[in-house]
T-cell receptor
Framework: NAGVTQTPKFQVLKTGQSMTLQCAQDMNHEYMSWYRQDPGMGLRLIHYSVGAGITDQGEVPNGYNVSRSTTEDFPLRLLSAAPSQTSVYFC???????????????FGPGTRLTVL | RKEVEQDPGPFNVPEGATVAFNCTYSNSASQSFFWYRQDCRKEPKLLMSVYSSGNEDGRFTAQLNRASQYISLLIRDSKLSDSATYLCVVTPNTGNQFYFGTGTSLTVIP
């Protein structure tokens, strides 16, 4: 199993450009999510999905779009990049919550994005 | 108020020392609790889940105090390889969101 994969590892954008960060998992996890990590802020949830065709907003969704057409893939789109979106982006997946609670999340290696 | 709060440290301890981290959470109905470890410029990885009765994994012990709304992580006999940032994670009993603390930095010194 490859686990959670993310591409690209590094990206530099100019203000106003758009791009898609790719995320894929091969563990048949229903739950997938995107976080950004900034110094002193911890990981903040951008969007998440509980299954194909179902997405929802997290804590910091503005400026980002997601879709979930398959169980495996969960791309994150930056619509018009801004310097405030300079960050490290992590994708994660897990089995869906049960009545007993949440399961371990597995993280991808991250994408380091700089917006000039 | 933040969902989860941690002392950022840094904690600098000698090899062999015992060190403890606490993490407080604001939602009394929180359901699941975890400790993750993150090495510099790497992704977070699960260290251990935290169960109501407390649990131990080798040199690591996790405790949950629902009355005071905090979780703790105790590391005994610290190793150089324990140097990392430790993140506490809490989930509510409703919704599908994981809330992360900002992390506590640990450096174990030879």
């Amino acid at each position: 199993n490859a686990g959670v994969t993310q591409t690209p590892k590094f990206q530099v954008l100019k203000t106003g450009q758009s791009m898609t960060l790719q995320c894929a998992q091969d563990m048949n996890h229903e739950y997938m999510s995107w976080y950004r990590q900034d110094p002193g802020m911890g990981l903040r949830l951008i969007h998440y999905s509980v299954g194909a065709g179902i997405t929802d907003q997290g804590e910091v969704p503005n400026g980002y779009n997601v879709s979930r057409s398959t169980t495996e893939d969960f791309p994150l789109r930056l619509l018009s990049a801004a310097p405030s979106q300079t960050s490290v982006y992590f994708c994660a997946s897990s089995y869906q919550w049960s009545s007993g609670g949440a399961y371990e999340q597995f993280f991808g290696p991250g994408t380091r994005l700089t917006v000039l | 108020r933040k969902e989860v709060e941690q002392d950022p440290g840094p904690f600098n301890v000698p090899e062999g020392a015992t060190v403890a981290f606490n993490c407080t959470y604001s939602n009394s109905a929180s359901q699941s609790f975890f400790w993750y470890r993150q090495d510099c410029r790497k992704e977070p990885k699960l260290l251990m889940s935290v169960y109501s009765s407390g649990n131990e994994d080798g040199r690591f012990t996790a405790q949950l105090n629902r009355a005071s709304q905090y979780i703790s992580l105790l590391i005994r006999d610290s190793k150089l390889s324990d140097s990392a940032t430790y993140l506490c994670v809490v989930t509510p009993n409703t919704g599908n969101q994981f809330y992360f603390g900002t992390g506590t930095s640990l450096t174990v010194i030879p």
